[in-house]
């Protein structure tokens, strides 16, 4: 048994059983790939896949049961190697943080500058991701930290903190007739068009929900991954937008007004999540608490068992 053979395994599952991607992935042969697994199964006298023909479709019970034991291996391995330049090089190294658009653009600015001022030699990846993909970079330890609204609060082996909360808000062109509103109701925003966040990003599900309870079918128009593609065509005049309170800014968004959604639409909390057991080297603590200050190394190492 070796770690190769524990990598192939692991590959196997994640590319869905598909062992042409998991040669790619491993820049390996498909042959290779499945000696390996092969001489796995002949030396643990157990088949770990189901086969039809040629090709894998499943985990044996047997299966199931050894990649769960794979995976922390794997885990541990990567931990021992974090551990090792945590002492070696302890103000170097890499992060990496993924997130998305409405965090990366308008939430973490300010964070990374002064992340940067503190681990210059540091190299810092921020990838944008939708919750879903977070939550899978995480679990496969391709992240160290995840950062959303969605999505990441109820999985297993994840451990999330609150970072912030904030309520959605309406932004329309100068002279639209909702500006001369009081205080504007669900019923009256309906009936305009409405250009918003797409399924699963930035509360769009609650967005959702309140028109329902409301009795309300509002006219989505048009759905978009991040605020500032909701922006440009609210300028453009092709409706009203219901975006994240934290991406409207004054100044750069002078062409538009932002009208209140606090009485209208509930708190969403943005959530900062690591996996469990997912070792963090301290420039890692330090980042998660340039966000939350209260957020401690010991708080956070008591709740992952690291």
Avoid at 25 to 32: D, I, N, P
Avoid at 166 to 174: D, E, G
Avoid at 217 to 225: K, N, Q, R
Avoid at 272 to 298: D, K, Q, T, W
Wanted: glycine content about 6%.
């Amino acid at each position: 048994m070796n770690f190769q053979q524990l990598r192939i395994i692991s590959e196997t599952v994640r590319q869905n059983f598909n062992l042409t991607e998991v040669a790619k992935a491993l820049f390996t042969s498909q042959s290779g790939v499945s000696k390996h697994i092969k001489d796995l199964e002949d030396e643990l006298g157990v088949e770990l896949f189901i086969r039809k023909g040629k090709r894998f479709t499943g985990l044996t019970a047997p299966g199931k049961q050894l990649v769960t034991v794979v995976e922390r291996v794997l885990l541990d391995a990567n931990n021992i190697k974090r551990m090792a330049e945590e002492f070696s090089q302890h103000d170097r190294g890499e992060l990496t943080i993924v997130t998305t658009h409405t965090q990366a653009q308008y939430a973490l600015p300010s964070v990374v500058a002064q992340f940067k001022k503190e681990f210059p030699k540091v190299h810092l990846v921020l990838h944008q991701s939708s919750p879903s993909e977070i939550v899978s970079m995480l679990l496969d330890d391709q992240a160290d930290i995840g950062i959303a609204t969605e999505a990441l609060g109820d999985v297993d082996n994840l451990i999330s903190f609150p970072y912030y909360s904030w309520h959605h808000s309406i932004i329309v062109p100068p002279g639209h007739p909702l500006l001369s509103q009081q205080s504007l109701t669900l019923e009256e925003i309906a009936q305009f068009p409405i250009i918003t966040y797409h399924q699963g990003f930035t509360g769009r599900s609650r967005i959702d929900q309140i028109f329902s309870s409301a009795g309300l079918t509002p006219d989505i128009a048009m759905s978009a991954l991040d605020a500032d593609v909701i922006k440009t065509y609210v300028k453009l005049g092709l409706g009203i937008g219901i975006i994240a309170s934290v991406a409207f800014n004054p100044e750069q968004d002078s062409s538009l007004v932002m009208l209140s959604g606090q009485h209208l639409f509930e708190k969403n909390t943005t959530v900062i999540a690591i996996r469990r057991n997912h070792f963090l080297r301290s420039y890692a603590y330090r980042f998660m608490a340039l966000c939350v200050p209260s957020l401690s190394e010991s708080a956070i190492r008591s709740a992952t068992q690291i």
